[in-house]
């Protein structure tokens, strides 16, 4: 079966920094690339970053550049999204979903399969 699980989520004030996890298991990790996604309520899911752990090359929304990097951990079939600078407008749902490709596909809702439960991250002012 194959499981996401994500972690990391919960309340930091404007410029902090979270880091958040997606625990993998169910296929062979280095296969598929993994995405970061996020939504606010009544909001489309947007596309946040993507990482291929074959060759850990990597991909960013044009808005999380510079703030947000991604890492793979193949020992621990676990994906990180470290998150720094935070602003108010990034509180959201953040969700790690698999690609149904090894490399990052970009951020098309239909290029991923699985998703997990996701995260909740709050940014006050």
């Known amino acids: 079966e194959v499981r996401l699980v994500e972690s990391g989520g919960g309340l930091v004030q404007a410029g902090g920094s979270l880091r958040l996890a997606c625990a993998t298991s169910?296929?062979?990790?280095?296969?598929?690339?993994i995405g970061w996604f996020r939504q606010v309520p009544g909001k489309e899911r947007e596309g946040v970053s993507c990482i291929s752990p074959a060759d850990n090359s990597t991909g960013y929304a044009d808005s999380m550049k510079g703030r947000f990097t991604i890492s793979a951990n193949s020992a621990e079939n676990t994906v990180y999204l470290q998150m720094n600078s935070l602003k108010p407008e990034d509180t959201a749902v953040y969700y790690c979903?698999?690609?149904?490709?090894?490399?990052?596909?970009?951020?098309?809702?239909?290029?991923?399969?699985?998703w997990g439960q996701g995260t909740e991250v709050t940014v006050s002012s």
């Open positions: 979903t698999r690609a149904r490709h090894y490399s990052c596909p970009g951020f098309g809702l239909f290029k991923y399969d699985y």
């Open positions: 169910g296929f062979t990790f280095d296969d598929w690339a």
